[in-house]
């Protein structure tokens, strides 16, 4: 019963922090500059410069109670010109 209440609570807190980025991102396309961003969700993976726009990658591995990696979750990141959040996806790394 231990381990199942604890296998609930790491979903729970692993689907939370995620949840909590995706809001995130949907609630700052548009008008989060590249400083919002990173100082919300670090410094990125990787950074790619298409002309004027910039488009960042961000892997976010997750762990089970055991620090076993169990997945990960990706975003990639577009921004303008004026270093804004234009759009955003979602991807399995």
Same mark, same amino acid.
């Given at each position: 019963? &231990?381990?199942?209440?604890t296998?609930?609570?790491?979903?729970?807190? /692993?689907?939370?922090?995620v949840a909590?980025? /995706?809001?995130?991102?949907e $609630?700052g =396309?548009?008008?989060? =500059?590249?400083q +919002?961003?990173?100082?919300?969700?670090?410094?990125?993976? $990787?950074?790619?410069? +298409?002309? =004027?726009?910039e =488009? &960042? /990658?961000?892997?976010?591995? #997750?762990? +089970?109670?055991?620090e076993?990696?169990?997945?990960c $979750?990706?975003?990639?990141?577009?921004? +303008?010109? #004026?270093? /804004?959040? #234009?759009? &955003?996806? $979602?991807?399995d790394c």
């Amino acid at each position: 019963m &231990w381990l199942l209440r604890t296998l609930i609570g790491l979903c729970l807190f /692993v689907n939370g922090c995620v949840a909590a980025n /995706v809001r995130y991102l949907e $609630e700052g =396309t548009g008008h989060a =500059t590249q400083q +919002d961003v990173a100082s919300k969700l670090g410094q990125p993976s $990787e950074k790619q410069l +298409d002309g =004027t726009a910039e =488009t &960042w /990658v961000y892997r976010f591995q #997750r762990f +089970d109670s055991m620090e076993h990696p169990i997945g990960c $979750e990706g975003y990639k990141l577009h921004f +303008d010109q #004026r270093q /804004v959040l #234009r759009k &955003w996806s $979602e991807f399995d790394c």
